[in-house]
């Protein structure tokens, strides 16, 4: 039988009895991959969102590794859960699945749920800019979308009190030296250190020699130095390392690429890792209330960053960061997992 375009035209086959069924939405910011999941797992129970977030994680999984990792995903797929809402005044919860686990908090990931709820009609929002209140895992996301014709062309949020954690400190890292690096928080910590002065190239090309020195200095700085949230010993923990360097466009306050999770590539500017960088630059002095920057992610895609008010978060003097960004609709898939399947909970190839 040779292959006609009306060959599926008449195809009524349905997986068997037994099979579980997936499905999700996918989009990208900046390039940054989000697959949402829209069905195939029951209400989540818990009172916060790390609550529900636990639960999962210890009962379910199977889907996040299936999801994120081959062959339905790749090893820098990005994921998220929509969940119940746990404040009174929010829309809905969400957190936020890799190839490692779980992390703290996703700036890119709330852009592109934001373009999602209101692009989709999932939430209907008022006048052409909506707003959302998120509950996610470090606590409430504020977020704003900009609409065209109804249509969301870019997304602002309010991000958690971003901190400096550590300034200027250095580090012996294996096959790198000595290593000047600060730690700062927003949302999720981060290690920053200089591309130029390690020898990095800021682009694709060069990605494998990025992943190496990013996990090198993550793991080194993970050993020698505490990493403690103020209050949720679940989000005290380095998520990744932030290299940051010289913009390709004279017109942009700079570039940076961060890898994360088990060697996970960023392929935006990071929203949680402009958050971190405005909070390390207004302590810094090198920036001032609401001056905004653009930033460049490996792919030359932007995120504005600003800090719009000083706060404190216990102990600490933080700021509130908020973060710019655009994101797209990519499609929408039915995944399914026989049971039978010997790598039906997905592998990794890093």
């Known amino acids: 039988m040779k292959h006609t375009a009306g060959f ?11 099979w579980q069924e997936i499905k999700t939405i996918d989009l990208h910011t900046c390039g940054e991959p989000l697959r949402v999941i829209t069905s195939g797992i029951d209400k989540l129970p818990g009172d916060t969102i790390l609550e529900k977030r636990r639960f999962f994680r210890n009962n379910l999984d199977d889907i996040r590794t299936g999801l994120m990792w081959e062959p339905r995903g790749h090893a820098d797929m990005y994921g998220a859960v929509i969940t119940d809402p746990v404040s009174e005044d929010a ?68 991000n958690v009190p971003s901190f400096l954690l550590y300034r200027d400190e250095k580090i012996e890292v294996p096959g790198l030296g000595k290593v000047l690096f600060d730690v700062a928080f927003g949302g999720a910590f981060y290690a920053f250190a200089d591309a130029d002065v390690l020898g990095l190239d800021l682009t694709p090309g ?35 390392t ?17 890898i994360f999770a088990d060697g996970e590539v960023d392929r935006s500017p990071t929203g949680s890792g402009v958050s971190a960088r405005a ?10 209330l609401r001056q905004k920057i653009t930033i460049e992610s490996i792919l030359d895609t932007l995120m504005d960053v600003e800090v719009v008010a000083e706060t404190s978060f216990g102990s600490h003097s933080a700021v509130i960061p908020e973060v710019t960004g655009t994101a797209s609709i990519t499609g929408m898939n039915t995944f399914w997992f026989d049971p039978e399947d010997p790598l039906r909970k997905g592998f990794i190839i890093r």
């Open 242 to 258: 932030i290299f940051t360097g010289k913009a390709h466009n004279p017109m942009h306050h700079s570039r940076n690429v961060c």
């Open 206 to 240: 060069n990605v494998n020699r990025l992943i190496d020195a990013g996990r090198k200095i993550k793991h080194t700085v993970m050993e020698k130095y505490t990493i403690n949230h103020p209050y949720e010993e679940d989000l005290s923990f380095l998520y990744g």
């Open 91 to 158: 829309d809905f919860g969400t957190f936020f699945l890799h190839n490692e686990g779980y992390s703290t908090m996703c700036g890119h990931a709330v852009i592109a749920l934001t373009k999602l709820v209101f692009d989709t009609g999932l939430i209907a929002g008022d006048g052409e800019n909506p707003e959302l209140v998120i509950d996610a895992p470090p606590w409430k996301i504020f977020s704003k979308a900009f609409r065209k014709n109804g249509v969301v062309e870019y997304v602002t949020f309010q």
């Open 8 to 18: 599926f035209k008449n195809w009524k086959w349905l997986p068997p009895e037994g």
């Open 279 to 288: 909070a390390l630059h207004y302590a810094k002095g090198d920036i001032q």
